[in-house]
């Protein structure tokens, strides 16, 4: 279109003292900057949040503080608080959608993640969130748990302790009065989406018109073999081809403004509220993607910026994210014609707002947050077991701990049990491990266990559920898989491994129903024999196959025992932390197993010492932040 003309400057209801605060909004073109004087086109409002994670009352000490225009700092987090801001920002607007790019739920706040991601999914309800995409975390159970339970609010097994808990007004779990959406990921077998693509919502124009927007969504592609999200039964579909496919079918079907929101990210410099030298898959993408889709909102990378990004035909539109654990609100204000429903793309802005503190907290979102935090503390001192002497993570020079020979044989029970109750991402059947190994000192990555389980001898030995659940686990399940005796063998021999002139031992932790004896003085990958193994008192036979348990991330060689790649048929069992509590649980009374279930030749003989033992890995903070290697993720390492 041409020139629209220079209007006097008004602003938007809500809006103007927190765009004089953080700086100038991102504007397609110096026109937008007068766009709320274009009354003859419809506003639209798109306020949106990602990765949530749970975090109502505040993010991690990390992340509570962001860097805005001239190098400002704010302070920022809490549903509270952002109940505030979205009052505020939605005052004066008509039509307006709040939404969202996946991982809200599955975190790492306590509060959140002890009682089923329930606290999150009320939060969210009392903000008003009308949709979101699925991002990978949505799927850290099974999609049947995000469906049934989270969506629809089906209780299942363990009701009252395991799930649908009495939320603030005392009432029974309700599940979300908003859907989740994904257009790239589908069931296996029968190439249907597990959650519908798109949703078409409608906004109010002139003369009783009723005007569409389409929302494209999709998740960052690996959802289904990720170590957390690890669900065999789905499979992923390219995010360019998908969205435009999308794109092309909703302007077929009359949809002239389009929106892309999409669970993967990108990096674009250290001021929330700008973009500079962006760089990432979501920025590739928002380069390629259909000239269709008029805004390109991201997440996943916990990375915050706000830009214009030229579509293949040269037309500016919003590229943005928002951060995470509830740090920025992103708006986005959109003006479509009366007429055709076409967004007016010179009119376009954008700004992230900070969810600051200089605003008065919402009370029923701090009644909320209040409530599950306290909940969650009174359920957390709850005894489920006793235990009658110290676990420690110190190994002896063998590689053998007593908190490893316990996680060991956890991991053995439970590759035995169950399996989920909603349970929909498997597709092998779930048989009963025969042995279990844990990696207690892996080269990369730090070790499931996260701290001692110390005796209380004031509690007369209770392990309380706080204990156990801050003991164990970082969010991966624990996976049985079909191996060969071989791959066992080379998993063991890949304990050993030289860097330079030293020898590094990575050990492994094994169940009780298992004993190896290795060379001391042999060089790495000529340690064990076989015959040394013994499983049930039965030499290992290489050629024989094995039900093997344990997490994914070790499935899948993440940790360096390249060897357990080499797997068939596996399944996916409970999340480690939520397996571990149940076990202490089932076990009523723990004590400490004797050491002894790895034993040396020649231990005398051989130079120096047996191999240079790793050192302890840190234990994981409370915030439960899973490992991810990959720069560019949502994991502690990957974090912009």
Same mark, same amino acid.
């Given at each position: 279109m041409g020139s629209l003309g220079r209007r006097g400057f008004m602003t938007a209801a809500g809006s103007l003292a927190t765009m004089s605060a953080t700086g100038?909004?991102?504007?397609?073109?110096?026109?937008?900057?007068?766009?709320?004087?274009?009354?003859?086109?419809?506003?639209?409002?798109?306020?949106?949040?990602?990765?949530?994670?749970?975090?109502?009352?505040?993010?991690?000490?990390?992340?509570?503080?962001?860097?805005g225009a001239a190098g400002k700092k704010f302070t920022v987090g809490g549903v509270p608080y952002l109940a505030a801001h979205l009052e505020a920002l939605r005052a004066g607007h008509t039509n307006t959608f709040f939404f969202a790019q996946g991982d809200l739920f599955s975190g790492w706040a306590f509060p959140a993640v002890s009682l089923a991601d329930e606290p999150t999914i009320e939060a969210l309800n009392a903000l008003g969130l009308d949709f979101s995409t699925a991002g990978n975390h949505e799927f850290d159970?099974?999609?049947?748990?995000?469906?049934?339970?989270?969506?629809?609010?089906?209780?299942?097994?363990?009701?009252?302790?395991?799930?649908?808990?009495?939320?603030?007004?005392?009432?029974?779990?309700?599940?979300?009065?908003?859907?989740?959406?994904?257009?790239?990921?589908?069931?296996?077998?029968?190439?249907?989406?597990?959650?519908?693509?798109?949703?078409?919502?409608?906004?109010?124009?002139?003369?009783?018109?009723?005007?569409?927007?389409?929302?494209?969504?999709?998740?960052?592609?690996?959802?289904?073999?990720?170590?957390?999200s690890f669900q065999t039964a789905l499979r992923m579909l390219d995010q360019l081809e998908t969205a435009n496919r999308c794109a092309a079918l909703l302007k077929s079907q009359g949809v002239n403004a389009i929106v892309l929101s999409m669970h993967d990210g990108a990096v674009a410099g250290s001021d929330f509220n700008s973009g500079s030298t962006p760089s990432g898959p979501a920025y590739d993408l928002a380069l390629a993607a259909s000239p269709d889709i008029d805004a390109i909102v991201t997440g996943h990378w916990h990375c915050a910026f706000n830009m214009m990004v030229p579509d293949p035909s040269g037309r500016p539109r919003p590229f943005v994210e928002a951060g995470c654990h509830g740090q920025i609100l992103n708006e986005i204000n959109l003006r479509l014609d009366p007429t055709t429903g076409k967004v007016v793309r010179e009119l376009t802005t954008s700004t992230n707002q900070p969810n600051t503190h200089d605003v008065t907290p919402d009370p029923d979102l701090k009644e909320i947050a209040d409530y599950w935090t306290g909940y969650a503390?009174?359920?957390?001192?709850?005894?489920?077991?006793?235990?009658?002497?110290?676990?420690?993570?110190?190994?002896?020079?063998?590689?053998?701990?007593?908190? #490893? !020979?316990? $996680?060991?044989?956890?991991?053995?029970?439970?590759? @035995?049990?169950? /399996? &989920? %109750?909603?349970? +929909?991402?498997?597709?092998?059947?779930?048989?009963?491990?025969?042995?279990?190994?844990?990696?207690?000192?892996p080269r990369l990555g730090p070790c499931v266990i996260n701290d001692d389980l110390q005796l209380d001898t004031a509690a007369q030995g209770a392990v309380a559920y706080t204990k156990a659940f801050n003991a164990v686990g970082y969010g991966d399940p624990i996976v049985t898989a079909t191996v060969t005796g071989q791959c066992i063998h080379d998993a063991l021999e890949q304990q050993w491994k030289t860097q330079g002139t030293v020898l590094g031992f990575a050990p492994f932790a094994v169940s009780h129903n298992v004993r190896y004896t290795f060379d001391?003085?042999?060089?790495? #990958? !000529?340690? $064990?024999?076989?015959?040394?193994?013994?499983?049930? @008192?039965?030499? /290992? &036979? %290489?050629?024989? +196959?094995?039900?093997?348990?344990?997490?994914?991330?070790?499935?899948?060689?993440?940790?360096?025992?390249?060897?357990?790649?080499?797997?068939?048929?596996?399944?996916?069992?409970?999340?480690?932390?939520?397996?571990?509590?149940?076990?202490?649980?089932?076990?009523?009374?723990?004590?400490?197993?004797?050491?002894?279930?790895?034993?040396?030749?020649?231990?005398?003989?051989?130079?120096?010492?047996?191999?240079?033992?790793?050192?302890?890995?840190?234990?994981?903070?409370?915030?439960?932040?899973?490992?991810?290697?990959a720069a560019g993720t949502d994991g502690a390492q990957g974090r912009c």
């Open positions: 100038t909004p991102a504007l397609a073109t110096a026109d937008a900057a007068d766009a709320p004087t274009a009354s003859e086109y419809v506003d639209v409002q798109l306020l949106s949040i990602t990765d949530l994670h749970g975090y109502l009352q505040a993010p991690p000490t990390s992340d509570q503080v962001i860097t159970r099974t999609p049947g748990f995000l469906i049934d339970h989270m969506e629809n609010g089906s209780p299942y097994a363990g009701e009252g302790w395991t799930n649908s808990f009495p939320d603030s007004t005392g009432g029974a779990f309700p599940g979300a009065d908003f859907r989740y959406y994904s257009a790239n990921m589908l069931w296996g077998r029968s190439g249907d989406t597990v959650l519908a693509p798109v949703n078409v919502e409608y906004v109010h124009g002139p003369h009783g018109r009723r005007l569409p927007i389409g929302f494209i969504h999709l998740t960052v592609t690996g959802t289904e073999s990720a170590t957390t503390t009174r359920r957390g001192a709850v005894r489920i077991g006793r235990q009658t002497a110290s676990f420690t993570r110190t190994r002896n020079s063998l590689g053998e701990s007593t908190m #490893g !020979n316990l $996680v060991a044989d956890w991991a053995l029970w439970a590759g @035995g049990q169950e /399996l &989920d %109750p909603f349970d +929909t991402g498997n597709i092998w059947p779930n048989v009963a491990a025969d042995l279990a190994v844990i990696a207690i000192a001391a003085a042999g060089p790495a #990958g !000529n340690r $064990v024999d076989p015959a040394d193994v013994l499983i049930n @008192g039965v030499p /290992l &036979d %290489p050629h024989a +196959t094995y039900r093997l348990a344990t997490t994914a991330y070790t499935l899948q060689g993440a940790d360096d025992y390249p060897a357990l790649l080499n797997h068939t048929e596996p399944v996916r069992h409970t999340r480690d932390f939520e397996s571990f509590v149940a076990y202490v649980q089932s076990q009523s009374v723990l004590t400490p197993a004797p050491l002894g279930r790895v034993t040396a030749r020649k231990a005398a003989t051989a130079r120096g010492d047996i191999a240079r033992l790793l050192p302890l890995a840190a234990p994981h903070d409370t915030d439960r932040t899973p490992r991810v290697a």
